[in-house]
């Protein structure tokens, strides 16, 4: 099993960045827009998103949140596997707002589906985008695009991009791992 680097450190910082000042372009004061980050895996890079935002750009109004969407995947009992559940913490009303699910690598789209089901179950939006650090631009399944994206990865389906984040894995870093 082999590895490559695909981002570094300073690389992730500089797409970190990027993708703030593309929210701000977009929804400029976030009075009605809300991030909420799909559990595992995209709660570090929202909350990275929005600490960006908060403290570099001065938006001190931003709304957070974190959706599990663990029973709502196609793939929930599918496999020998028990999925486990995270916790799902949204503490405001996503009716008629503006919602922009972050999540790390859009690969199949469909942890992206689900996530389209379970926030339902919170109202009914206005308006649902898509900010991803990685987008896997050959492997969907799902007719599902990010409006946001870090980086565009052509990846064939035996290889895996592998998201490290300092909170987690002591190093903010993307790594192409080819089994």
């Known amino acids: 099993m082999s590895q490559k680097v695909l981002l570094n450190a300073k690389e992730v910082n500089i797409i970190l960045h990027r993708l703030a000042c593309q929210l701000i372009e977009k929804n400029t004061d976030f009075s009605n827009t809300v991030l909420i980050g799909l559990q595992p895996r995209g709660t570090f890079l929202a909350n990275r998103i929005a600490k960006i935002l908060k403290e570099e750009y001065h938006i001190n109004n931003i709304q957070l949140g974190y959706l599990d969407i663990t029973f709502y995947r196609d793939d929930f009992r599918r496999g020998d596997k028990t999925l486990a559940a995270n916790s799902t913490e949204i503490n405001f009303i996503v009716e ?21 089901t379970a926030i339902q179950s919170f109202g009914r939006p206005n308006e649902i985008e898509l900010l991803v650090l990685i987008d896997r631009r050959f492997s969907r399944h799902l007719p599902i695009q990010p409006d946001y994206r870090g980086r565009q990865v052509d990846v064939i389906n035996e290889e895996k991009v592998k998201v490290n984040w300092i909170e987690n894995d002591n190093e903010d870093s993307v790594y192409l ?3």
């Open 177 to 179: 791992i080819e089994k």
């Open 96 to 116: 008629d707002k503006n919602v922009v699910f972050i999540d790390d690598v859009l690969y199949t789209g469909r942890s992206i589906r689900a996530a389209l």
